[in-house]
């Protein structure tokens, strides 16, 4: 909850939190108990950065800090609903990304979630566009997309910040935790189980949150066509996630019209 940091400590790791956002960022010690960030004006208190990490909203290592997968849903519930002004205050980041070989790049509002959208479409009857199982597959991608520490930063790639190394270390897979590992393993069969021709549109928008409109122009597609697509890859994912139980077969026989079958002789 927001209500145990003070409004100066908020200040300061909200301004903290949304750099990490960013990419990672190396720190050095200041005067007395305080942090300063390379590209970043001021301090931050040790202790505050240190809470910030049991919290889980930042992960320290060696010189340096970077976000988690909670850092940008912290920032979301910091935003303050009762706030008349709060699309003055959306949270963008410009970032770059490395995808199948391609670099693309995407504005990122942190305020809201890139599924929240998706529940306000209805279709012709009134009922949502996007079933209830559909938008639960597409955070479930993207959770694990920001479990294996994907998620897409300014000027960075897929590669984790942690596997970025120095002389003498392992670099790569190697050091990725476990949990990371089997996250990239769960995203990779999400996206084979869409297949190629549905799985770009989910990874767009779930993961790299573009909208709508946006995978349209990009991939020249025709108008309004980009939810339908979407749909199908969403209601393939959750069929993945939750396969339905399989049928018993029953055998038949095929006859024409008045046929009976001949009764056996004991």
């Known amino acids: 909850m927001t209500d145990e940091w003070t409004k100066s400590e908020m200040r300061d790791l909200q301004r903290l939190l949304r750099r990490l956002l960013r990419g990672p960022c190396e720190f050095s010690a200041g005067e007395g108990d305080m942090l300063r960030l390379v590209d970043l ?24 800090l970077a976000a988690t997968g909670a850092t940008a849903a912290f920032l979301r519930r910091a935003l303050l609903p009762e706030d008349a002004f709060a699309g003055q205050h959306r949270i963008e980041v410009e970032v770059s990304v490395d995808y199948e070989g391609q670099r693309q790049s995407a504005r990122r509002n942190l305020a809201e979630s890139p599924l929240s959208l998706l529940a306000r479409l209805k279709d012709r009857t009134g009922q949502d566009f996007f079933p209830e199982e559909a938008r639960q597959a597409g955070e479930r991608l993207l959770s694990d997309f920001h479990r294996a520490q994907l998620r897409p930063r300014v000027t960075a790639t897929w590669e984790p910040w942690l596997s970025s190394r120095g002389k003498g270390q392992a670099g790569g897979q190697a050091e990725l935790a476990d949990s990371a590992i089997a996250a990239r393993q769960r995203f990779s069969r999400a996206v084979e189980a869409m297949g190629p021709e549905l799985s770009g549109v989910a990874v767009d928008v779930c993961c790299f949150e573009k909208g709508l409109e946006t995978v349209e122009r990009e991939r020249q597609w025709p108008a309004r066509s980009a939810k339908l697509m979407l749909r199908t890859a969403l209601l393939a994912l959750a069929r993945h996630y939750a396969p339905p139980a399989p049928q018993r077969r029953t055998s038949h026989h095929w006859g024409t019209e008045g046929y009976r079958p001949p009764l056996s002789q004991p």
């Open 41 to 64: 004006p001021g301090a931050f208190p040790a202790a505050l950065i240190a809470r910030a990490e049991r919290r889980g909203l930042l992960v320290k290592g060696a010189g340096r």
